[in-house]
């Protein structure tokens, strides 16, 4: 399947710090989407791309798109006790597939 | 408030028994969907329906059956050929049928086999 595999498993940061999680994936993609989960709960939209877009932006939210690379990172500037969560990065083909998910970033951001 | 919801948010079960999940929507979404998730992982997609009465199988879909007899709802049931069922339930939706949009999350359902 075309798993997204985010990277590094697992990341600790002062607050203030930037945080950069990374992604690859295995075959072509129509978009890309971040996800974020708060332990024992249920995951929020955060960002889409699409496969004919470099990179985007919402608020402290940075995503960049690779297609040649297959990748994608998700930069999170300033970072907050607040943005400590699950991160996780999404495939979606094109056509009416669900979409995959990875095993997903944790993100621990220390105050 | 438009959204989804799950219910209950705790559910415990013996061994041998079926049990029911609900999920709800009025955001008037055409696709639904069920993942399982187990500590550590990411979500594993369960079952998913593009439209009502219809229903496709996902990657773990054995020991799990769903309906789709209306627009707004998509209960699960896992029942007892489910070999290993504790571990938390999400239901999603997306506002059309594929997977082009994003897709809104329910809080969850956190099952217990005892």
């Known amino acids: 399947s075309q798993q997204g595999e985010e990277d590094p498993q697992a990341l600790s940061i002062q607050e203030g710090e930037n945080a950069t999680m990374n992604c690859s994936y295995k075959?072509?993609?129509?978009?890309l989407q971040w996800y974020r989960q708060n332990s024992g709960r249920g995951l929020v939209h955060l960002i889409l791309i699409r496969s004919n877009e470099r990179e985007k932006h919402s608020g402290r939210l940075r995503v960049t798109l690779d297609t040649s690379k297959k990748s994608s990172s998700l930069l999170i500037t300033a970072s907050r006790a607040a943005d400590t969560a699950s991160y996780f990065c999404?495939?979606?083909?094109?056509?009416?597939?669900?979409?995959?998910f990875g095993k997903g970033t944790r993100l621990s951001v220390i105050a | 408030d438009g959204g989804i919801t799950q219910s209950p948010k705790y559910l415990f079960r013996k061994e041998g028994q079926n049990v029911t999940l609900s999920c709800e929507q009025n955001?008037?979404?055409?696709?639904m969907y069920w993942y399982r998730q187990d500590p550590g992982q990411g979500l594993r997609l369960i079952y998913y329906s593009q439209i009502v009465n219809d229903f496709q199988k996902g990657d773990i879909a054995e020991g799990y059956s769903v309906s789709r007899e209306k627009k707004e709802s998509f209960p699960l049931t896992v029942t007892s050929a489910q070999k290993n069922p504790t571990a938390f339930y999400l239901c999603?939706?997306?506002?059309?049928?594929?997977?082009?949009?994003?897709?809104?999350f329910g809080p969850g359902t956190r099952l217990t086999v005892l």
């Open positions: 955001l008037n979404h055409d696709a």
């Open positions: 999603a939706s997306s506002s059309r049928q594929g997977a082009i949009n994003e897709q809104f």
């Open positions: 999404v495939t979606a083909r094109s056509g009416n597939t669900p979409l995959v």
């Open positions: 075959t072509s993609i129509n978009n």
